[in-house]
């Protein structure tokens, strides 16, 4: 568990984290990592002061596809509507999760996989996180 605290991120997070922030978009992590290990993570890559907030569902005892796993983006975010989300997920399985949840989803398809069998597919797919910028921008 000790290697989250020195993972690399991927060569464009830093500037996209950067650039939605410039935006005066807040953005958030929610994992079903706990909180010390995030917030780890989120120090060993030096995103927190790019980040409004981090969100563990360790406390909820469930895991994400639950519905009451993404309401705790709503609990924190109150002045937000479920469909003002932009819920980014390089994992197929979050992405439809978040979607059925009522997010706008962007899966981050960094291996070209297939979409999950089960729909909907996410509004929006990209290569790298830089499709971010471009979802953000309709």
């Known amino acids: 568990m000790g290697q989250y605290a020195r993972l690399t991120p991927h060569t464009e997070n830093r500037g ?13 992590i929610l994992s079903n990592g706990n909180s010390e290990m995030l917030a780890s993570a989120v120090e060993g890559a030096g995103f ?3 980040l409004d907030a981090v969100i563990s569902i360790e406390n909820l005892r469930q895991y994400k596809i639950m ?26 399985w979050d992405a ?11 899966w981050v398809n960094r291996q070209g ?6 729909g909907p597919a996410p509004r929006y797919t990209g290569r790298d996180l830089r499709a971010v910028l471009d979802a953000c921008r309709i």
């Open 16 to 28: 996209v984290l950067e650039a939605l922030k410039a935006r005066g978009l807040p953005c958030a």
């Open 48 to 50: 927190a002061p790019l």
């Open 67 to 92: 519905p009451i796993t993404y309401g705790l983006v709503l609990q924190r975010f109150a002045d937000v509507q479920a469909n003002e989300v932009l819920f980014v997920s390089s994992n197929a």
């Open 96 to 106: 439809l999760g978040a979607t059925w949840f009522g997010f706008q989803a962007l």
């Open 113 to 118: 996989m297939p979409q999950e069998t089960l």
